[in-house]
């Protein structure tokens, strides 16, 4: 099974401040990893797909990068309606696996 | 565009059975080259996949839960299907159904499609 390790946990963040979150791969998994938003008492949300890609409808400040074991998704110039938890998943074997989220909170 | 609606019991007594639909609308179930997956999420806690069916009814199932669950599909009703077998606390969570599609020049699935899930209470 492939695991996702997310980091941080948490995260408490000022409006209009850049966030990080990490997804760091038990093995290369290319580019199948995806990226959720999922905001209280909802259903996840598609952000990135492919590692980098980009999804109709998602705002610009919404970016990610990596390949193999390593990702980033970033959000530029944090906006109020951002506070979620994130999650990364894998689709490169099975069982399909989801990190752990990263909850972010706007100060 | 195509939405997913998760339906069946709130409550289930341990060591029954949870069953559970999912009703695809605004596009054909069998149209395409789309996994239907299933997903929970005990409460405040992260995602975990548990299985899917391909369009073709080729089914693939986490190995932790492989030996209580069944996934199908029903084309006429544009439906499918989790069963869950001998429940138990442990398998209380939000109940997700997602649709799983990838890009032509991809070999990858992503989810691209959610239901609003569906809450289930393993309790006697």
């Known amino acids: 099974e492939i695991v996702l390790t997310q980091s941080p946990d948490f995260q408490s963040v000022t409006p209009k401040e850049k966030v990080t979150i990490t997804c760091r791969a038990s093995q290369s998994i290319g580019s199948s990893l995806h990226w959720y938003q999922q905001k209280p008492d909802q259903s996840p949300k598609l952000l990135i797909k492919y590692a980098s890609q980009s999804i109709s409808g998602v705002p610009s400040r919404f970016s990610g990068s990596g390949s193999g074991t390593d990702f980033t998704l970033t959000i530029n110039s944090l906006e109020a309606e951002d506070a979620a938890t994130y999650y990364c998943h894998q689709s490169s074997s099975y069982p399909l696996t989801f990190g752990g989220g990263t909850k972010v909170e706007i100060k | 565009q195509v939405q997913l609606q998760e339906s069946g019991p709130g409550l289930v007594k341990p060591s029954q059975t949870l069953s559970l639909t999912c009703t695809v609308s605004g596009g054909s179930i069998s149209s395409g080259s789309y996994y239907w997956s299933w997903i929970r999420q005990p409460a405040g806690k992260g995602l975990e996949w548990i299985g899917r069916i391909y369009t073709s009814g080729s089914t693939n199932y986490n190995p932790s839960l492989k030996s209580r669950v069944t996934i199908s599909v029903d084309t006429s009703k544009n439906q499918f299907s989790l069963k869950l077998s001998s429940v138990t606390a442990a398998d209380t969570a939000v109940y997700y159904c997602?649709?799983?599609?990838?890009?032509?020049?991809?070999?990858?699935?992503?989810?691209?499609?959610w239901g609003k899930g569906t809450t289930v209470t393993v309790s006697s």
């Open positions: 997602a649709r799983e599609v990838r890009d032509g020049d991809e070999y990858y699935y992503y989810m691209d499609v």
